[in-house]
DNA sequence: CTAGGTGCAAATAATTTGCAGAGGC
DNA sequence: GCCTCTGCAAATTATTTGCACCTAG
């Protein structure tokens, strides 16, 4: 399922003219197999376990060597110091900061990175990194301090969110279809629909397979958290086509109907595939996002026929 | 415009016990004197200016005390140090920080906190604070380094944006209760809608009077970049009532679009004014959230009449 | 007169740096 | 053998504390 193994990734890394080391190797490895936001400290510690002779400077340039290669993110929880986190496979996320028993949760939303974006507009401002940290009192620590429930990573939860929006969109995509087929009256624009709508359903299959496969490897799964928020996946992307559909009688207006809906997933599947950093969320967010770009052609290319037009409506 | 001074206000955040004290005195007004955001640093330079003889360590005391009295808010932009900011008169707000030049600039945006709501509620989770950064380059810096405009306090633009935002929404208010009194049959119900049209006249005619003082006041503030973000507010939190009262025909229908408008707009005005601290933003959005409040309940009032029931319909 | 407030210097805490030695290529 | 990595200790930076003195109420 991985194009390569970690190690050889991470020795990818490398900067030109740098050696190898076992201490480095040791620390990166020590640090890749804690899950949490480690404290140099913590780190020192837990490599000392390993082997006494590793200094904590040793520790600290390794850090900053993982954070330039990408491996390590520098996070501030404002406690006076700084922790690290994952980078490597490991989305970008935001974080909820629980200030009584100081544990921090990820979560990501595209909801939230879009309105980012849409601020950075206006102020005519590069976001090259976006903070986002929510401090407070977790669940358990305001209902009267439970330990806490062993949590996925977020690689698994970001796999898992992925496939639900990746399935919601596929099946109101197939309901999409299927109407738009059932209430044609031109043939060929009936034979688009009902082929969009058979490779939907295949689609949907795959992914449905793959989410039951995940949740056989990690039965928790379906008790963790929601990790990633994006509120137009809720019922599916293409759920406003279908209610579009409803009141409207051409071919030619469902046709429409479909390209927007279709550019509006490919859009966000690429959009935020090509964001994340290599993990199965990112795969399935990109493949989804082809799958989409060719249902996308198909169905320009017969609004094109249809209309003799050249190009396919204007929009964004 | 303001019920008290700054200095009588902040005499007054002094903790019980305390004494009055000069070096204090000096530190607080050098502070409030300075815009942006300073480290501890910065501000011992600054007031080493008027008095050689002030430590550091009454500074950092200093800070501690204007921290707790609610004068200044620590800000840390991962620089491993803290900056300090307005907390006075000054609304909670989130940052844009330019790596290049250093400088940070603020933004606030009612959307981002909405979002903000929403995944801490799916997650059970209590904010106390939230810290948005967005860390890159300034438009200044990205096109070849400018040395800056001068800027305006946020809470010059934080009442700027709120002036617009309540504008907008009083002139969609306004179009709204004049459409429907023209489309209006029942003799009540019209009289209503004149009457809280002509309402959303005045009040438009006291805004934009307000505006148009600041704007004498400073005449840099419409070049200003934009402070406040909150979609919605585009073109007012009526415009969708204008649209949705095209294909509506009952006098209690339209009562009923009426009220969800203004049911939206109270919420909105009511909860950002609730969050900031005091300022004429502030006030600008509770003094609207108060009057939306009559309009909905003059609205309830006159659907009960018409429709006999004893509750104003369901919905959020 | 007495509880705070203040300056000074020393303490702490996190992280960085200088330098000499160790080790991979 | 060269060049990078490493350990150790010392340096640096930001902030806090101890303590003797000062001052407003």
Redesign the pocket.
């Known amino acids: 399922m991985q194009s390569q193994s970690p190690a050889a990734y991470i020795d990818s890394l ?2 030109a ?11 990166v490895s020590v640090f890749l197999g804690q899950d949490g936001h480690l ?3 913590d780190l020192v510690d837990l490599i000392r376990k390993q ?1 006494q ?13 993982m954070e330039q290669a990408g491996i390590a993110r520098k996070v ?1 929880f404002g ?5 690290f986190e994952h980078s490597y496979r490991h989305p970008r996320h935001f974080h909820l900061i629980c200030k009584a028993c100081n544990r921090s949760m990820e979560f990501l939303s595209s909801d939230i990175e879009q309105m980012i974006e849409e601020v950075a507009a206006a102020r005519g401002f590069t976001v090259k990194q976006a903070v986002v940290q929510l401090y407070g009192l977790c669940e358990d620590c305001a209902s009267g301090g439970r330990p806490a429930a062993p949590q996925a990573s977020s690689e698994s939860l970001f796999a898992r969110d992925a496939l639900r929006i990746a399935i919601a969109t596929e099946r109101s995509g197939r309901e999409f279809y299927t109407r738009a087929a059932s209430m044609t009256s031109n043939d060929r624009a009936r034979t688009i629909f009902e082929q969009l709508s058979t490779s939907e359903d295949d689609h949907l299959d795959r992914l449905e397979t793959r989410y039951q496969e995940l949740l056989a490897e990690m039965p928790d799964l379906e008790r963790q958290p929601q990790f990633l928020f994006f509120k137009g996946a809720a019922s599916g992307l293409f759920s406003a086509g279908v209610e579009a559909l409803k009141s409207v009688s051409s071919d030619k207006d469902a046709l429409m109907i479909g390209i927007k809906c279709e550019r509006g997933s490919h859009k966000f599947f690429k959009k935020y595939g090509e964001k994340f950093e290599d993990s199965e969320g990112k795969r399935i967010f990109l493949e989804f996002a082809e799958e989409e770009r060719e249902h996308l052609e198909l169905l320009i290319r017969e609004y094109r026929v249809l209309t003799g037009k050249d190009r396919a409506g204007a929009g964004s």
């Open positions: 490398r900067p003219g740098s050696k190898r080391s076992s201490k480095r190797d040791l620390i404290t140099a400290d082997d002779r590793i200094s904590r400077a040793t520790v600290y340039r390794t850090l900053t060597w501030d406690e006076g110091r700084f922790r």
